[in-house]
Structures are given as structure tokens and as C-alpha cells.
């Protein structure tokens, strides 16, 4: 007789903690925080550039490949120049073969333990890519370019359904300062023979 009272009483005990902790799980359910996969924490902030403003504040427009990366230091911070020869120059030097330039982060493999440098949203390049692109030269690295409005004038030259030659361009990772608020940049692409004939208009109108 004991033996089965003592049973049913660590039965009922069991059952209490059961419900206790389904009661505690349920209730932190219900204040979790919702999805912050578009915090603004993962974004970079960048002044919204019109084409017509990246043709304006450009010193080179330049269509073509890159064929390698290498990353440096320059002071405390990893760059990666992008090395670009160069296809077709609608501003700048028409002579330039190639082009050097300078991309936030990178990654040091050359120690112990591998340092990488990351930005959200900053311009990248790949050897094979081919790039159209706005640069500046105001870059910390002699003789190197940086990408007009932090990554708004880096754009990828790829090919549609149909073969027809695009530029895309990826801003998810950017958040633009427009006059009106700031807003998160979209991915497009548009055909290249339209952007090479927009970039064309403004220059003729300078």
C-alpha cells in the first residue's frame, strides 16, 4: 500500500514539472523577438548617387575584366585591389590598359591564425568578372581607384535569357541616404547598351 501511494504521488510530482516547464517554454515563446534578418546592424549607410551623379563625380567609366585580387594592409585595415584590364573607357584615360582597385576588406592568410576583413555591402570582384565601372582616385593606396558611392558604381556584366549582355548591380546590403529617408538599395539589372547610352548623354552634356 505504501509502495503504491508513493508511486502515485512521484506520478502527480512528475506531472507538475511536466506543466510547469511546458507553461515557462510556451510564455518565452511568445516574447521572442521577431525576425532581425533585416536589421539595419547589417547594412552599410551610403549617400543615394543618380547615375547622372556618378558620371558627374567620376574620374575614370571603365567597362572591363578582372583577372586577379591580392590583399594588403594599409595602416590597421586590409584592402583588396582588384586588378582590371581594361575593355573600353567612356571617362578618364582612353590609353589605360589596365586598373587598379581598391576594395574594402580582405583577408590575410599569410599568419598563424588568417585575419579577414569584412564590410556589409562593400564592392567585391572576382577573377573572370566582367565589371563596368565608376571610380574615384582619391584612393589611400598610390596608384589605385576606389568604386564611386562606396559599392553604387561597381557594376557586374552578365547575360540575360535571350544572351543579351545586362549590368547588375546588388545594393541589399546598402542602406541609401536619400533626401526623403533612408532606404535599403534593391538588385537590377538593366542592358548594357542602355547604360553605356545614359552614361554617353551626360558626358556629352558637361
Not at 116 to 123: D, I, K, L, V
Not at 162 to 186: A, I, W, Y
Request: overall charge neutral.
Amino acid at each position: 500500500m505504501k509502495n503504491k501511494t508513493l508511486g502515485i504521488c512521484l506520478l502527480a510530482l512528475l506531472a507538475l514539472v511536466s506543466s510547469a516547464l511546458w507553461v515557462n517554454s510556451a510564455s518565452r515563446a511568445d516574447n521572442a523577438p521577431a525576425d532581425t534578418t533585416t536589421q539595419a546592424a547589417d547594412t552599410t549607410l551610403a549617400a543615394a548617387l543618380s547615375l547622372d551623379d556618378m558620371v558627374d563625380q567620376s574620374d575614370v567609366i571603365a567597362i572591363g575584366n578582372c583577372v586577379g585580387t591580392q590583399s594588403v594592409w594599409v595602416g590597421n585595415t586590409l584592402v583588396t585591389l582588384a586588378n582590371v584590364t581594361v575593355n573600353e573607357t567612356l571617362k578618364g584615360d582612353e590609353g589605360a590598359t589596365n586598373l587598379t582597385v581598391a576594395l574594402p576588406g580582405g583577408v590575410d592568410a599569410n599568419r598563424k591564425f588568417p585575419i579577414a576583413m569584412n564590410y556589409p555591402g562593400a564592392p567585391k570582384m572576382q577573377p573572370g568578372e566582367e565589371v563596368f565601372l565608376f571610380l574615384n582616385n582619391a584612393s589611400e593606396v598610390a596608384g589605385s581607384y576606389t568604386v564611386a558611392g562606396f559599392s553604387q558604381g561597381k557594376f557586374s556584366i552578365v547575360k540575360d535569357e535571350d544572351g543579351e549582355p545586362m549590368v547588375s548591380r546588388d545594393l541589399r546590403q546598402t542602406s541609401l541616404q536619400h533626401n526623403n529617408g533612408v532606404r535599403r538599395g534593391q538588385n537590377n539589372m538593366t542592358p548594357l547598351s542602355s547604360m553605356k547610352s545614359e552614361v554617353k548623354r551626360r558626358l556629352n552634356r558637361q
